[in-house]
């Protein structure tokens, strides 16, 4: 979770600076001077409303989190030059933010954010938050509504839209979206069965990256190589949950939803049934069963070690975990295949922490509030490279297909993801049972009624 929040916070300094129209936009000359450290040329907003600069009267706002250290010095350039552009902000609107630690630990965090917004706290305040606040701050009716808010461009690109969509109108947050669920490849196993060593970068290229034809590579990839009538080569090491859960968003379905009269339930619709039916036959047909006496992630080692041809798991295996750092077959990384009834797009799932205003706040504090972090998270000039993001990447992939092209598809097109967030919602065990080999219609039939129990009392509240 920090290092989500350390990357979105490292994407403000590369996103493009919001565009003005050439009236009064800044000139070429403001830019360059901009770009050298000198924002005294830059053209001052005006408030709409007064048709004068925005002033907010010295204004202080805090932004919580549980990781922050603002007496930390600049670990950067980047950083360096965002401090002061920060500052140059801070003076020209005539406000202070802040971003630090709220010091109540981690575990302690969601209680401390939830009595402020109960007992209506005094102060500016921005929190971040997670799966332990969010739905239940929703639900509770702490969350401020910023879609209220003017003079605010939410078309700008640096806005997060995943987080701005998981609850509408109440949730935000600006920067890249962290990538998540993907596909890794072993290169020599593919071309050792007569198929380009990049054959999945091509599909996915050609926009043919699809489950028909990923589930054609598993039944070539999946085989009996002595003739003894047992399977001895298996295409893929499959982690169910993993696996599961963007297979089921490709095909246009959620784990839970949303009706029009703002009630959520549990998704058995046909698309989401056709998921769980198609996952059930990838993991019978393709999926290395386990050995006597395996571990848990058992299926990791096997990728790794080159016994199969696919790993399902988040990108964070070709980082984070270093996982793959040391493996000695050559790989590539893909999204997950389009399912026959999703958009057609190529996607990230996005669990990304996310802001909120407190509603304890009256509306015009919530404006002055948003617009000043509208104003301090705009991007630094000089740093408006829009393929910059990519240099943190590259270091931990074998080629630059996988940034260039599996991370750009799933950056450029993050979906709000919400079942995480429903507080004590156990959905996993229906991915455990299904990739087990469980019935998917009987799974769903024989857990449906206590997960929608879960959903109603957290979500469904009168």
């Known amino acids: 979770m920090k290092k989500s929040a350390l990357l979105a916070m490292s994407a403000m300094c590369v996103l493009a600076l919001s565009a003005c129209n050439k009236s009064k936009g800044p000139s070429e000359a403001a830019l ?5 450290g000198d924002y005294s040329k830059l053209p001052v907003a005006k408030d709409p409303a007064t048709k004068k600069p925005y002033d907010f009267g010295g204004m ?3 932004i919580y989190d549980w990781w922050s250290d603002a ?7 980047a950083e360096e030059d965002q401090r002061a552009y920060r500052k140059y902000l801070e003076e020209t609107y005539n406000f202070t933010l802040i971003q630090d630690n709220l010091g109540s630990g981690w575990n302690d965090y969601p209680k401390e954010v939830a009595n402020y917004c109960i007992t209506n706290g005094d102060d500016a305040r921005i929190y971040f938050i997670d799966g332990r606040s969010a739905f239940a701050g929703l639900s509770a009716g702490l969350w401020a509504d910023i879609s209220k808010t003017p003079d605010i461009d939410w078309s700008k690109p640096k806005w997060n839209k995943a987080v ?3 609850m509408p109108g109440h949730s935000f947050a600006e920067g890249k979206p962290y990538p998540r669920h993907v596909i890794f490849f072993n290169k020599r196993i ?3 069965n007569g198929f380009d060593p990049d054959e999945p970068y091509n599909l996915q290229a050609a926009g043919k990256w699809t489950w028909e034809s990923f589930e054609q590579l598993c039944e070539k990839l999946t085989k009996d190589t002595d003739n003894d009538g047992i399977i001895d080569q298996y295409a893929l090491s499959g982690f169910h949950t993993e696996f599961s859960w963007p297979a089921i968003y490709s095909n246009g379905g959620k784990i839970v939803n949303v009706d029009s009269n703002g009630r959520y339930y549990l998704d058995t619709s046909d698309n989401v049934m056709e998921a769980w039916n198609w996952v059930h036959d990838i993991f019978a047909k393709y999926n290395k069963p386990a050995g006597e006496g395996a571990n848990w ?22 980082q984070s975990t270093g996982m793959l750092f040391d493996m000695k077959d050559d ?13 057609g797009k190529y996607f990230s799932l996005n669990m990304d922490n996310m802001l909120v205003i407190p509603s304890c706040y009256s509306q015009e504090k919530v404006n002055k509030i948003m617009k000043i972090y509208d104003f301090w998270s705009d991007t630094v000039p000089g740093y408006d490279d829009p393929d910059s993001w990519k240099e943190y990447y590259y270091a931990s992939f074998r080629d630059t297909r996988a940034v260039d ?3 750009q598809l799933m950056i450029d097109n993050p979906k709000a993801w919400n079942a995480w967030l429903v507080p004590n919602l156990q959905y996993q065990p229906i991915a455990w049972a299904i990739c087990g080999g469980n019935d998917p219609q009987e799974t769903l039939e024989s857990m449906k009624n206590e997960l929608q129990a879960t959903i109603d009392e957290s979500m469904n509240k009168k």
């Open 164 to 166: 701005c969509e998981v």
């Open 190 to 192: 593919l071309q050792e």
């Open 297 to 318: 992630d058992y299926f990791m080692s096997d990728f790794k070690n080159g016994a199969t041809a696919f790993y399902n798991n988040q990108e964070y295996d070709a």
């Open 32 to 36: 360059k001077a901009a770009e050298n």
């Open 405 to 407: 092209e599996t991370l």
């Open 331 to 343: 790989w590539g990384m893909v999204c997950f295949p389009l399912g026959p009834h999703g958009d």
């Open 60 to 62: 202080t706002v805090k």
């Open 71 to 77: 007496s930390a010095p600049a670990a950067s350039k």
